[in-house]
């Protein structure tokens, strides 16, 4: 997949890092004139039994230990590592399912992304080392056409300072005038909008179903999700499952006002409300629905992922703020699809996702809703994207 021009300061760091000439082994020889050198050090390196070694050179530490929730079982029995002669710390986790990680260090309790690891992911108010295991067909960087993803820059009118979004373009994008239909994904809380082309491997995903006819070729526009900690989308709201809208969300007006305009004038996007989806996870699920239901007319799918428009409140304000769409037949009659998908491990199933399917089934709409295993991650993620997306635009 062809990357455009997304650099950030926290790649730029890795990356120098990672560029540093290479270091010469225990002898301690230097090179050019540069002095002695340390031991050369490999991280993270990603066996065929798909067992990872992480390490990093840390002489003076007195504890190294390993972050990556994601990575199952590692709460439960965290990575010991093991401190050799030369000051290399080294753990060694796994198997892991294939997929992408994100994780970092703890030098003596100091989070430090891995300085051997040019591979970032941001997340909303930080970034990680990531790592990727291969094995999984549907998210590996195979051998077919791939679209390209594009860091956007444009001026929210709605909130006054400039906005980054990512822009996923199919195949063959840049050498035909052709029209797409176009999918808005939304992040969570935690995360910015670059997190689902790195640890969500969005293009990926879309690459392979496209090639193999498994889903229409489409552009896939990846906004950002928080405006400042007072608005929707912050800590709190997701915290709570994201439910009522305040007095002014922030969010709805930029995207209606200048990210979603911003799409369809500057990329060939197919008009009309067959040609329009959205979907989100977490607190962009949540977003999703406010969106959606506040623009039913101009979306004919929805998508849920780990989420619901309900939280510790039970939701009827956002059932009576919504009350106009949610009996209005003639919009229900263009709504193909309206999906939501949560794992049975997650504390949001019970609390959001549920009262929000049988509130949506109550005022006469076909939701299309499937447990998974799992609970409020990433891996969940990836794999609600794969299944969502090949029903699009059908």
């Not at 990672?18 to 991280?43: E, F, I, K």
């Not at 199952?72 to 050799?84: E, K, M």
Request: charged share 20%; hydrophobic share 40%.
């Amino acid at each position: 997949m062809k990357i455009r021009y997304i650099v950030t300061a926290a790649c730029l760091a890795a990356c120098a890092f990672a560029q540093a000439p290479a270091l010469v082994g225990p002898q301690g020889r230097g090179r050019g004139g540069r002095g002695p050198q340390g031991p050369v050090v490999v991280s993270p390196e990603v066996s065929p039994d798909r067992h990872v070694t992480f390490r990093i050179l840390a002489p003076q530490a007195q504890k190294v230990e390993l972050r990556a929730s994601d990575i199952v079982g590692l709460a439960r029995t965290p990575a010991q590592f093991t401190r050799n002669a030369e000051g290399v710390w080294e753990a060694i986790t796994g198997p892991i399912d294939p997929g992408a990680y994100r994780y970092t260090f703890a030098v003596d309790g100091v989070a430090v992304m891995d300085p051997r690891n040019p591979l970032v992911s941001e997340s909303n108010n930080n970034a990680w080392s990531l790592v990727y295991v291969p094995g999984a067909d549907f998210m590996d960087e195979t051998k077919v056409p791939h679209g390209a993803v594009a860091a956007v820059h444009y001026y929210s009118t709605a909130l006054g300072k400039f906005r980054r979004m990512h822009v996923y373009t199919p195949p063959g994008y840049e050498n035909n005038q052709k029209k797409y239909p176009v999918f808005y994904l939304l992040h969570g809380s935690g995360d910015c909008d670059e997190a689902w082309t790195s640890v969500g491997r969005a293009g990926f995903i879309l690459d392979n179903l496209i090639a193999a006819g498994k889903a229409k070729p489409m552009i896939v526009a990846m906004p950002a999700g928080h405006t400042s900690a007072a608005t929707f989308g912050g800590r709190g709201a997701a915290a709570a499952g994201a439910a009522a809208a305040p007095a002014r969300d922030e969010f709805y007006e930029d995207f209606t006002t200048d990210a979603m305009p911003y799409i369809e004038q500057h990329y060939r996007v197919l008009a009309g409300r067959p040609n329009r989806a959205i979907a989100g996870l977490s607190m962009g699920g949540s977003q999703t629905l406010n969106v959606a239901f506040r623009n039913l007319g101009k979306f004919a799918y929805v998508g849920v992922f780990s989420s619901g428009a309900m939280g510790m409140d039970g939701g009827t304000d956002w059932e009576k703020n919504h009350a106009a769409d949610l009996d209005n037949a003639s919009l229900k009659k263009g709504l193909k699809l309206l999906w939501f998908s949560t794992g049975v491990e997650d504390g949001l199933m019970d609390r959001s996702t549920k009262p929000t399917v049988e509130m949506l089934k109550k005022h006469g709409f076909n939701v299309m809703f499937q447990e998974s295993p799992g609970a409020h991650t990433w891996i969940n993620w990836r794999n609600y994207l794969n299944e969502f997306a090949p029903q699009l635009f059908r």
